[in-house]
């Protein structure tokens, strides 16, 4: 019964995306810091927003970032808000922290590149820039 309500709940997430791009990324968490992941965007319900799930490995703070953000849509403009929430995890303890940011993307078509800046909220407080590319 678990199993079939884990499915379900997981269908209603998904059933209104849309597959929107694949992303590998470079993070400087607070200047110093640099991270390596990939991210997978998704099409949210709202126009022209987008979800986007993805993970991040911290190389000299050797911890492991998860983050889910919303991509708000502002009207003919590429800039975005962002807000949602990241699993940090050295292997031994996790945080759960809180992400505030905007974003700008470059681009046309199925390749493009994106710029984010974002504040992480909760028992690692930094801010974070992000590179990527789009698949």
């Known amino acids: 019964m678990r199993k079939t309500a884990i499915v379900i709940a997981a269908l209603l997430v998904l059933a209104p995306t849309a597959h929107a791009g694949v992303a590998a990324l470079a993070t400087l968490a607070d ?22 799930l993805g993970g991040t490995y911290f190389l000299d703070g050797e911890y492991l970032a998860v983050d889910g953000d919303l991509h708000l849509s502002l009207r003919n403009s590429r800039i975005y808000p962002l807000a949602g929430l990241q699993v940090a995890t050295d292997f031994d303890n996790s945080d759960l922290n809180l992400n505030l940011g905007a974003g700008i993307g470059f681009g046309a078509g199925k390749l493009g590149a994106f710029l984010e800046g974002k504040f992480v909220i909760g028992d690692r407080d930094y801010f974070a820039a992000t590179f990527g590319l789009q698949f």
């Open 31 to 52: 200047f110093d810091d640099l991270g390596l992941g990939a991210r997978w965007n998704l099409l949210f319900p709202i126009e022209g927003s987008s979800l986007a």
